[in-house]
């Protein structure tokens, strides 16, 4: 969903059923709403707790929540880099998050987690060195136990 090349896209174009595409857009507006409270939301409140003119200086500025949306219905683009996309619209060290900002942080988060994690790579390594020609005949309960005693 975050990737500028799919977005929403993608699901229609797999053949997604109309219910799992729903609930891919339910989840990412959680996790959306979800990352905006905790970077924009208590920020902002706390910083204008007593600024009496911050209605004045929100007049003509994107709502927070629109962000995710105007993004998802902007247009894909298939020649753009997601990583570069993501870097390119994130805040500047030191100033104020904007919601802009912080769709850039959750894209990038998204975008670069590992897709798997070391320790996982380690362990089925090591499982395949416990079969030798000398234990070719251990049960799959018995190479399951020395891999679970090795991770420990």
């Not at 059923?17 to 409270?37: P, S, Y």
């Not at 949306?69 to 997601?82: G, M, R, V």
């Not at 988060?109 to 897709?115: N, S």
């Amino acid at each position: 969903v975050l990737h500028p090349r799919y977005k929403m896209s993608y699901f229609t174009k797999a053949s997604w059923e109309m219910d799992w595409i729903d609930t891919a857009h339910r989840i990412i507006q959680e996790e959306w709403e979800t990352l905006l409270f905790f970077n924009c939301v208590v920020t902002e409140s706390l910083q204008a707790l007593n600024d009496i003119f911050k209605e004045l200086d929100q007049f003509g500025r994107t709502n927070a929540e629109d962000v995710l949306e105007a993004y998802l219905s902007s247009p894909t683009d298939a020649d753009t880099d997601p990583i570069k996309y993501w870097v390119s619209r994130v805040d500047k060290p030191g100033a104020k998050i904007t919601p802009q900002g912080a769709l850039a942080r959750m894209g990038l988060d998204f975008l670069t987690a590992p897709a798997t994690s070391t320790d996982v790579e380690r362990l089925f390594s090591h499982g395949g060195g416990q079969v030798s020609k000398h234990c070719h005949n251990l049960s799959f309960e018995t190479l399951r136990c020395l891999m679970v005693l090795r991770s420990w």
